[in-house]
């Protein structure tokens, strides 16, 4: 799933690349993806695209006019910049991954694309922002958070720290992979609990959050979509690499799983070299 800086690095990459731009047309191939009605997709034609920004997970493109395409890829969804389009055809609706389809003046635009059966890329046509459900829940950016914002927020949601940071009405833009990785780095269980974590623990994860994205964002802003998952695997640590080194410490990466999902964590760096009960096996992961 892409995460803050993944998502910074698709609003910088259109802030190059598509700013200034007037749109030709956009076209909806995948009618569930587009969560609006008001304004109609043809609202968007003529207008220049005057910015791209990020809110959480969200990308927003603005256009002239203040009106706003704003999508949240989740899981599977990504966002393909193209030159040239193959042909002046318009898109088939329900035929393969490509949800929209913004195609501008000078023969170049972007496709949003979701691959798999699980269809659920959002994107929003709105005047106000605020009007996107998601983002009006949102709770403060977690790399732009202070500490005292910080640590009152993982304080006001009794719970496990890893779930916690995760909740996007707590802090926005954390995901399952950085989420892993911040909590390596911090040397935090992902089981622990947000209300029993000391001001120094919370000191630690906070300096924790803010190395882990702002150093992904600074190897991901200025890369070509095209590169940015190649990118955010190569300078992960613990998260996908069960049964792997840890590169800090050296024992083996191990693995929680769940219903829908799993995390990643190392025993010594993390659990006092403990391992962690598997929820879904109701085993040890071994």
Not at 116 to 126: D, I, M
Not at 257 to 265: G, H, I, K, M, V
Not at 273 to 279: C, H, Q, T, Y
Request: hydrophobic share 40%; aromatic share 4%.
């Amino acid at each position: 799933m892409p995460e803050l800086p993944e998502v910074e690095a698709l609003a910088g990459y259109l802030r190059q690349r598509a700013v200034g731009r007037r749109v030709d047309r956009l076209e909806v191939a995948a009618i569930s993806a587009l969560k609006t009605y008001d304004p109609a997709p043809t609202e968007v034609a003529g207008r220049a695209v005057v910015d791209a920004r990020r809110h959480g997970k969200f990308l927003d493109v603005v256009f002239e006019g203040d009106l706003h395409l704003v999508v949240h890829l989740a899981r599977a969804g990504w966002l393909h910049y193209r030159e040239a389009f193959p042909s002046g055809t318009p898109l088939r609706p329900g035929k393969g991954p490509i949800a929209l389809r913004v195609r501008l003046d000078d023969g170049s635009g972007f496709d949003l694309t979701e691959a798999g059966t699980q269809k659920k890329l959002a994107a929003y046509l709105v005047t106000d922002v605020a009007a996107v459900p998601g983002v009006a829940k949102l709770g403060p950016d977690a790399l732009a958070s202070d500490l005292p914002t910080f640590a009152e927020r993982l304080r006001s949601r009794r719970g496990q720290v890893k779930g916690v940071l995760t909740d996007q009405a707590v802090l926005s833009g954390v995901g399952n992979a950085y989420s892993d990785e911040i909590l390596h780095a911090a040397k935090l269980s992902p089981f622990a609990i947000t209300d029993r974590l000391t001001d120094e623990q919370l000191a630690t994860l906070h300096a924790a959050t803010r190395q882990i994205l702002g150093d992904a964002v600074e190897r991901s802003v200025g890369q070509r979509a095209a590169e940015l998952k190649g990118e955010k695997r190569s300078g992960l640590k613990v998260h996908a690499r069960t049964g792997l080194p840890c590169p800090v410490c050296g024992d083996t990466v191990r693995e929680v799983s769940f219903a829908d999902s799993s995390l990643q964590y190392c025993p010594t760096c993390q659990t006092g070299g403990k391992p962690l009960a598997d929820r879904r096996l109701s085993r040890l992961v071994r």
